[in-house]
């Protein structure tokens, strides 16, 4: 049977459903889920409350795209402003708007899980095979790295250090630049023209601007799907009801909405639904260049280095990548203000950005950060930048810095405020001399995970290691907010992996 997308044209009146699984939210975690509960004959029934946005849709204005696309009209932030949230909200999630870099989870990973949050192996090498034929992840030729990401191949290279080339999902990519506004070609292989698209094909009904508001939970058991349409401008719900009474209910709506769908539903697991919240926490040094880099173009964050993810015991490590450079992105990224901005920005062509990210929640006592309720049920983040935090913030702003000089930069700036400037190495004395944190430059996060961890103790844990929620045995949690700590890769694979493992789990508790 083919299923159908619907959109807020379609639902003008109240709608009731039933089905054998209801599944809040279409991104990388729903949609791998929904492909497989479909084809393996359930009903399904998707509600995702962004729209269905198409490669027609993708004006590659930025202007226009991320009010569209991202989390709160793209202006997602910690309680306190210190940290930018870039999230994804339409059909296909954060997968439509993302960078495309693939990695499985790190072995290392798995085994910190394994010692700290008594997961033992996942047995996930078959799934990343599987999601990796479907989404045709492969290597981006290093022989083709644009100028903008070649700063990073090269100056680490020319340090002596570890730098190589990325694999990504695409397929016929055409080099735009422009992955974070949506694929105008269809070159990445996101969740829109993949799983989803084969759920459809086989069955899922999908309900785009829907927002699940609260699930309906009786004794142990959840037993409604509560919704409402939201049009596509509207900050808040404001249409029909849409009620769905499932045999099974999953929630994917991401970290961040997901553990506020649980909290708005009084599901709260003995007070862990929401905490250990992680983010990758990102900082940025901008370059200057003779030669021109215009990094608006070409493969965004095609390579990447892992030198310092390992910092022993007692530091934070990161890894490195270089981001695409949209006028928008790069004005918000460059935390600078007025002349200084627009000079900036009229530089653009010549300009590269490094950003390094924190792989947080590994030390012990870094709990990361918290979900909890504003008063009108919207989520609130509260992340503290921990002085362990700040330290590898130091030490990255520096090493970042080196590569681009050791690139050929003829300046580079950290991103302060009022930025750090160095011509040389000897310049880079200055860093001693300021603060990091929370105000002190800017902070963003693409990789949201945590808020509904796994894990195998049961007082420890929201989620069991088949995704099952603690106590609700007809409720499973199938998307980023699963992971007990951060990677130390970007996480959409690792997302794809587990959602591909869990199809078992859900389809058989129906
Ligand atoms: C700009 C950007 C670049 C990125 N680049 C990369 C990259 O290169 N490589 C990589 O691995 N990762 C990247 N990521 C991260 C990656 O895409 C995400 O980690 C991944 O998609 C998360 O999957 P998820 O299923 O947890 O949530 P999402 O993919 O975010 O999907 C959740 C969906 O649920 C919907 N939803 C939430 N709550 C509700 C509700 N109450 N009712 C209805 N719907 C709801 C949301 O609108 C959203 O569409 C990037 C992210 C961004 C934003
Ligand atoms: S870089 Fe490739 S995958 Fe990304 S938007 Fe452009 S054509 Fe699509």
Same mark, same amino acid.
């Given at each position: 049977m083919k299923g159908a997308i619907h959109t807020w044209k379609d639902v003008t009146a109240p709608v009731e459903l039933t089905c054998d699984v209801c599944i809040v939210g279409s991104g990388a975690g729903g949609a791998v889920l929904a492909a497989g509960l479909v084809e393996a004959g359930l009903s399904v029934v998707m509600l995702e409350e962004g729209s269905h946005m198409t490669r027609a849709d993708f004006t590659l204005q930025e202007a226009e795209m991320m009010p569209a696309m991202?989390?709160? &009209?793209? @202006? &997602?932030? @910690?309680a306190d402003g210190a940290i930018t949230v870039m999230q994804g909200r339409s059909v296909g999630g954060s997968t439509t708007v993302n960078w495309t870099t693939c990695f499985r989870t790190p072995a290392a990973v798995q085994q910190h899980w394994a010692q700290h949050h008594g997961i033992d192996d996942l047995g996930l090498d078959p799934h990343f095979e599987a999601v990796e034929l479907r989404l045709s992840v492969a290597e981006w030729p290093e022989a083709i790295a644009n100028p903008n990401n070649r700063v990073l191949l090269d100056g680490a290279r020319a340090l002596g250090w570890e730098a190589k080339a990325l694999r990504r999902n695409v397929k016929?990519?055409?080099? +735009?630049?422009y992955c974070g506004v949506g694929c105008p070609v269809d070159g990445k292989q996101a969740m829109g023209i993949t799983y989803l698209q084969d759920a459809v094909g086989e069955g899922l009904q999908l309900y785009a601007n829907v927002r699940v508001e609260r699930l309906e939970v009786d004794g142990d058991r959840v037993v409604a799907v509560h919704g409402r349409g939201m049009s596509p401008q509207a900050g808040a719900p404001d249409g029909p009801a849409v009620v769905v009474r499932p045999k099974v209910a999953v929630s994917s709506g991401g970290a961040i909405n997901g553990p506020a769908l649980l909290l708005r539903s009084g599901l709260t697991a003995d007070g862990r639904v929401g905490r250990r919240t992680f983010l990758h926490p990102v900082i940025g040094t901008f370059a200057r260049f003779e030669h021109v880099i215009n990094p608006f173009w070409g493969a965004p964050q095609s390579v990447g280095s892992h030198q310092f993810i390992d910092r022993g015991p007692d530091r934070v490590g990161y890894f490195l990548e270089v981001p695409p450079l949209q006028p928008m992105l790069a004005s918000v990224g460059m935390a600078q203000f007025g002349a200084d901005l627009r000079e900036a920005i009229g530089d653009l062509p010549h300009t590269n950005a490094v950003l390094g990210l924190m792989r947080d929640g590994? $030390?012990?006592?870094?709990d990361g950060g918290t979900v909890s309720l504003r008063p009108d049920g919207t989520p609130r983040l509260d992340y503290p930048v921990r002085p362990f935090l700040q330290e590898a913030f130091r030490h990255a702003f520096e090493q970042m810095m080196r590569i681009q000089l050791a690139a050929g930069a003829t300046i580079v700036g950290s991103g302060h405020y009022q930025p750090v400037v160095a011509r040389s190495e000897a310049d880079l004395a200055e860093l001693d001399r300021r603060a990091y944190g929370a105000h002190e430059h800017m902070i963003f996060t693409a990789h949201q995970m945590g808020g509904c961890t796994m894990g195998g103790d049961p007082s420890t844990s929201v989620v069991d290691t088949e995704h099952r929620f603690r106590g609700v045995p007809n409720l499973f949690v199938v998307d980023g +907010?699963? $992971?007990p700590t951060s990677l130390g890769v970007n996480p959409s694979e690792t997302i794809y992996g587990l959602a591909h493992r869990a199809r078992r789990f859900v389809g058989e508790a129906v």
């Amino acid at each position: 049977m083919k299923g159908a997308i619907h959109t807020w044209k379609d639902v003008t009146a109240p709608v009731e459903l039933t089905c054998d699984v209801c599944i809040v939210g279409s991104g990388a975690g729903g949609a791998v889920l929904a492909a497989g509960l479909v084809e393996a004959g359930l009903s399904v029934v998707m509600l995702e409350e962004g729209s269905h946005m198409t490669r027609a849709d993708f004006t590659l204005q930025e202007a226009e795209m991320m009010p569209a696309m991202y989390q709160e &009209r793209g @202006t &997602r932030g @910690t309680a306190d402003g210190a940290i930018t949230v870039m999230q994804g909200r339409s059909v296909g999630g954060s997968t439509t708007v993302n960078w495309t870099t693939c990695f499985r989870t790190p072995a290392a990973v798995q085994q910190h899980w394994a010692q700290h949050h008594g997961i033992d192996d996942l047995g996930l090498d078959p799934h990343f095979e599987a999601v990796e034929l479907r989404l045709s992840v492969a290597e981006w030729p290093e022989a083709i790295a644009n100028p903008n990401n070649r700063v990073l191949l090269d100056g680490a290279r020319a340090l002596g250090w570890e730098a190589k080339a990325l694999r990504r999902n695409v397929k016929g990519c055409a080099n +735009s630049g422009y992955c974070g506004v949506g694929c105008p070609v269809d070159g990445k292989q996101a969740m829109g023209i993949t799983y989803l698209q084969d759920a459809v094909g086989e069955g899922l009904q999908l309900y785009a601007n829907v927002r699940v508001e609260r699930l309906e939970v009786d004794g142990d058991r959840v037993v409604a799907v509560h919704g409402r349409g939201m049009s596509p401008q509207a900050g808040a719900p404001d249409g029909p009801a849409v009620v769905v009474r499932p045999k099974v209910a999953v929630s994917s709506g991401g970290a961040i909405n997901g553990p506020a769908l649980l909290l708005r539903s009084g599901l709260t697991a003995d007070g862990r639904v929401g905490r250990r919240t992680f983010l990758h926490p990102v900082i940025g040094t901008f370059a200057r260049f003779e030669h021109v880099i215009n990094p608006f173009w070409g493969a965004p964050q095609s390579v990447g280095s892992h030198q310092f993810i390992d910092r022993g015991p007692d530091r934070v490590g990161y890894f490195l990548e270089v981001p695409p450079l949209q006028p928008m992105l790069a004005s918000v990224g460059m935390a600078q203000f007025g002349a200084d901005l627009r000079e900036a920005i009229g530089d653009l062509p010549h300009t590269n950005a490094v950003l390094g990210l924190m792989r947080d929640g590994i $030390l012990p006592g870094d709990d990361g950060g918290t979900v909890s309720l504003r008063p009108d049920g919207t989520p609130r983040l509260d992340y503290p930048v921990r002085p362990f935090l700040q330290e590898a913030f130091r030490h990255a702003f520096e090493q970042m810095m080196r590569i681009q000089l050791a690139a050929g930069a003829t300046i580079v700036g950290s991103g302060h405020y009022q930025p750090v400037v160095a011509r040389s190495e000897a310049d880079l004395a200055e860093l001693d001399r300021r603060a990091y944190g929370a105000h002190e430059h800017m902070i963003f996060t693409a990789h949201q995970m945590g808020g509904c961890t796994m894990g195998g103790d049961p007082s420890t844990s929201v989620v069991d290691t088949e995704h099952r929620f603690r106590g609700v045995p007809n409720l499973f949690v199938v998307d980023g +907010s699963v $992971l007990p700590t951060s990677l130390g890769v970007n996480p959409s694979e690792t997302i794809y992996g587990l959602a591909h493992r869990a199809r078992r789990f859900v389809g058989e508790a129906v």
